[in-house]
């Protein structure tokens, strides 16, 4: 029986300003305080815009809450105008990225390839985790292309860790987000089923590239109008180890909610 720590990520997108997402880091750490967190609690995460990681990194830095990015370039340094480098990432102590988002993918032409290169460089970076996003179109989801759509996502990050010589080790740290798009935002969920069909079927295309036991580590979470309402229903499902979350964690109440929500047993 895998035991997968459980990780609510939220993703703030272009929102909150440094002051603002500091304040949220203090209120956060203080209502964890007094609520005991910690001891059942699941892995937290937030990512924030560029802006605000320093600021949010040091407030966060005693509270066990992380800190992500939203994206990132692949290469190490170079003439990129308005990207980030891995290297610039973890000087702040972002210990996640967020690669593929479908918002990525569509306003800044994020490709597959770009995201299976991505994916190599976070892993290869001690102590960085990325989540890769992946999901589908209410037009592929209406023609019945969700399986194929997701597995043509997947794939080419999947080949590029397989080529790359990363240990089993860190290639167990790998997350993936399934968040399809006409979820995202959109307070039009996907029924906990159809998720639980959807990741089963990445567990099972993990467990073909890399076999068993990183299959059975790797974590991978829904995403697309999660609330303290429904995460539950998510949670209850094998193969979902957490949530990506974007509107219901602008807030530290509902963000606390979706924790207390997902406390372990
Ligand atoms: P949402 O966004 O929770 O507001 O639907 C999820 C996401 O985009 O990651």
Redesign the pocket.
């Known amino acids: 029986m895998a035991t997968r720590q459980r990780l609510i990520?939220g993703?703030w997108?272009m929102y909150k300003t440094r002051a603002e997402a500091v304040a949220f880091a203090k209120e956060l750490t203080s209502v964890a305080g007094t609520r005991k967190a910690g001891v059942n609690w699941p892995q937290a995460v937030i990512c924030a815009p560029f802006t605000a990681l320093y600021g949010l990194a040091e407030a966060f830095a005693a509270s066990g809450v992380s800190v992500g990015a939203q994206t990132m370039h692949q290469a190490p340094e170079g003439a990129y105008t308005g990207d980030v480098a891995v290297s610039m990432l973890r000087d702040l102590d972002v210990t996640f990225v967020?690669l593929g988002?479908?918002?990525r993918r569509l306003y800044c032409a994020e490709t597959d390839a770009a995201v299976a290169e991505k994916s190599v460089v976070a892993l290869k970076a001690a102590g960085l985790t990325p989540i890769v996003?992946v999901g589908e179109t209410l037009a592929d989801r209406e023609e019945g292309r969700t399986q194929s759509v997701i597995a043509g996502q997947l794939d080419p990050v999947f080949t590029a860790l397989g080529q790359s010589g990363i240990a089993a080790a860190s290639l167990s740290r790998l997350v993936i987000?399934y968040?399809p798009i006409w979820?995202?935002?959109?307070?039009r969920?996907s029924s906990a089923a159809d998720a639980q069909d959807v990741i089963g079927a990445i567990r099972t295309l993990t467990n073909k590239h890399f076999g068993r036991e990183i299959a059975q580590a790797v974590r991978i979470l829904y995403?697309?109008?999660?609330?303290p309402e429904n995460i539950a229903l998510y949670l209850g499902e094998s193969d979902i180890d957490g949530?990506?979350?974007?509107?219901?964690?602008l807030q530290v109440s509902s963000f606390v909610e979706l924790l207390e929500q997902s406390k372990g047993d």
């Open positions: 990520a993703n997108k967020i988002h479908s918002e996003c987000a968040e979820a995202i935002g959109t307070g969920s995403g697309g109008s999660v609330k949530a990506l979350v974007g509107g219901a964690s």
